[in-house]
């Protein structure tokens, strides 16, 4: 099956800075690469997400990069503000194989301080 | 709100009983996922049902059963549970055929004393 590697398992930025959170994968047959973010007490909620024919996207303050030959994924957070602390996780699948398995890595607790 | 319903919110209870968790998918959604969440860590996957089979197993435990139903709601069965048993309990949704985008619950949260 899957593997998912994420680092680091925290980080802490001052308000206004960026946060990078990196992932690798060991399938080669994934291609869908989900990042949650998980608030304390909440559910997991999907904020971006990259196919694997696609090697960056973006949104607002939120950007996702894939590198399919080395097997991993980033995600990174321009400007962060006190809202941003919470638990992330990214997450390796193939949705539309025959497992349609997620993979999730072992989160990272982001913390911003204001 | 996700869409995903599941009950209990909270659950208390002893060594050695059983429990039943009930998830409710996103309408129009096949598929149901199980994950264990413990304190302080990741989402554990334990079971997939799509479309009331099987799909793939994870981390799960023999103590623990699952099964989807023709309505699609699913249900995760612990027995003989431990006190390690406790943690959040979620179930997430997804329709194959679109973005693969995982809709989850609020989750059960299990305390077992």
């Known amino acids: 099956g899957e593997n998912v590697e994420q680092h680091p398992s925290t980080l802490s930025v001052q308000e206004g800075d960026s946060a990078v959170i990196k992932c690798t994968y060991s399938?080669?047959?994934?291609?869908?690469f989900p990042w949650y973010k998980q608030e304390l007490g909440k559910r997991p909620q999907l904020i971006i997400d990259i196919r694997s024919n696609v090697g960056e996207k973006k949104d607002q303050r939120i950007a996702v990069t894939l590198n399919k030959t080395a097997k991993h994924f980033s995600l990174h957070i321009t400007e962060t503000q006190p809202e941003d602390s919470a638990v992330y996780f990214c997450a390796a699948s193939d949705p539309w194989g025959t497992g349609n398995q997620f993979y999730f890595g072992t989160g990272t607790s982001l913390t911003v301080i204001p | 709100d996700s869409g995903v319903t599941q009950t209990p919110k909270h659950l208390i209870t002893a060594t050695g009983q059983r429990v039943t968790l009930r998830c409710s998918p996103r309408?129009?959604?096949?598929?149901v996922y199980w994950y264990q969440q413990s304190l302080d860590q990741g989402l554990q996957f334990l079971i997939q049902y799509y479309n009331g089979e099987e799909r793939a197993k994870g981390n799960i435990l023999e103590r623990f059963s699952a099964q989807q139903f023709p309505d699609l709601h699913s249900e995760l069965n612990l027995s003989s549970l431990e006190l390690g048993d406790s943690a959040l309990y979620f179930c997430?949704?997804?329709?194959?055929?679109?973005?693969?985008?995982?809709?989850f619950g609020e989750g059960s949260r299990l305390t077992v004393l």
């Open positions: 399938d080669s047959a994934s291609n869908y």
């Open positions: 309408s129009g959604d096949l598929s």
């Open positions: 997430a949704s997804s329709q194959r055929s679109n973005t693969g985008e995982l809709f």
